[in-house]
């Protein structure tokens, strides 16, 4: 009797062992060990085999029993897989079962490059989600796209997140990042709005589904002037060739619901013209000059 409960107790063990670990995560499953790291040992039929124990440089690790092990580049599984050959060709234990897990990762840097206020290297010795890293480095700045890229350190392994504009919703699906990942946050994509409108320059398309049309688009800018001719309204497309092609917009139509509304691409450019009285018509060239030269404000 005895025996079977501690039997039925050592399958609890068990199960409550692989329970903590599956709640870690699949990302947490998939990294890969490396030197620095401390990782935790536990053999179910021996208990006085747990240990704790840090990686050293050389990727290895001291078992209690058997030696030095190589655990670095192998994930936490296929580490308990090589501990349990070492314990069963040493007649150490007839049938072992091990579990490992990472309790620390070595204090490394995660790099945040691209478009956050505060670029750089940043030194983390446990798992953060990545809205801590993006706060650690400032946050997003004014351009930046909200998709963001995390580079794995070990695996190289390139993940993909999308930070919403809603805050729920961006804390629900917050990932986590690694000692050593790379964080590359990329700039939005931009339309120009120019000529005859309330606020003239660059929109940044950095809302939720990174999508524009023409009519929001005049909205943000301020809409159109008193004076202004929208019904002469030019946008300038560039091609993948990299030249210029000029469209008209039915603009005065679209405002009063006669035409549809146009969906914008990235760079696009708009050109109300000012009135006739106050001819200041560009040309194509001198539309895309201006463009450049725009200052950017943010879609909201």
């Known amino acids: ?14 199960i409550l062992v692989f329970s903590t670990s599956n709640a870690r995560g699949a990302d947490d499953e998939s990294l890969k060990i490396g030197p ?146 790379i964080v590359m946050v990329p700039k939005a994509d931009v339309v120009y709005v120019l000529g005859d409108v309330g606020r003239p320059g660059g929109i940044v398309m950095n809302t939720n589904d990174s999508r524009l049309s023409v009519l929001e688009a005049i909205s943000m800018a301020g809409g159109t002037l008193p004076h202004a001719v929208p019904s002469h309204t030019r946008m300038v497309r560039k091609q993948a060739d990299g030249t210029y092609v000029e469209i008209s917009l039915p603009l005065s139509e679209m405002q009063k619901g006669k035409k549809p509304d146009v969906q914008l691409q990235a760079n696009d450019i708009i050109y109300v013209p000012f009135s006739y009285g106050r001819n200041m018509a560009l040309s194509l060239g001198g539309i895309v000059s201006a463009a450049a030269g725009s200052s950017i404000y943010l879609a909201r």
């Open 1 to 14: 009797m005895k025996k079977m409960l501690r039997t039925m107790f050592a399958l609890l063990a068990c």
């Open 36 to 181: 620095g790291d401390t990782v935790h040992v536990k053999v179910l039929e021996a208990s006085e085999l747990e240990q704790a124990a840090r990686v050293t440089d050389s990727g290895e690790i001291p078992l209690i029993l058997g030696g030095n092990v190589k655990v670095a580049g192998l994930t936490p599984a296929e580490a308990a897989r090589a501990i349990e050959m070492v314990l069963k060709n040493g007649g150490f234990v007839l049938h072992p079962h091990v579990t490992v897990t990472i309790d620390q990762y070595a204090t490394q840097n995660v790099s945040v490059l691209g478009e956050v206020h505060s670029p750089g290297a940043y030194p983390i010795g446990t798992p953060r989600t990545i809205v801590d890293v993006l706060s650690m480095a400032g946050g997003l700045n004014e351009v930046a796209d909200r998709k963001i890229t995390i580079e794995r350190r070990a695996s190289g392994e390139k993940i993909t997140y999308f930070l919403s504009n809603q805050s729920r919703t961006a804390l629900d699906d917050n990932v986590k990042v690694y000692p050593g990942d």
